[in-house]
């Protein structure tokens, strides 16, 4: 062997280490891509829940308003004809 060059195996070494590198990075990669997808999944299903408990709200509060009127109507109409 001559003094100038490089063992067979110091390329397949470095080669095997920079493949190891990329591979290690890409999972890692997708790991943080999963745990990000999860928590934006998270806090959609939360906006989700909140928007539902509102419209839940709002339909309530209309039907007491309806009935609310309604009340108010008959109690009138009861007046006047008690008047009359």
């Known amino acids: 062997m001559q003094s100038g060059q490089v ?26 891509e999963d745990i990000r997808w999860k ?6 299903d939360l906006r989700w829940q909140r928007e539902v408990e ?3 709200k709002a339909q309530e509060h209309d ?3 309806y009935w609310l009127d309604r009340k108010t109507d ?6 006047q004809a008690s008047d009359a």
Do not use: M
Not at 7 to 17: E, S
């Open 39 to 44: 928590r934006e999944k998270e806090r959609e």
């Open 7 to 32: 063992p067979i195996w110091v390329p397949i070494v470095v080669g095997i280490i920079g493949l190891a590198g990329v591979i290690a990075g890409q999972l890692i990669n997708a790991r943080r």
């Open 74 to 79: 008959i109690y009138v109409n009861l007046l």
């Open 54 to 56: 509102k419209d839940q």
């Open 63 to 65: 039907f007491d308003k």
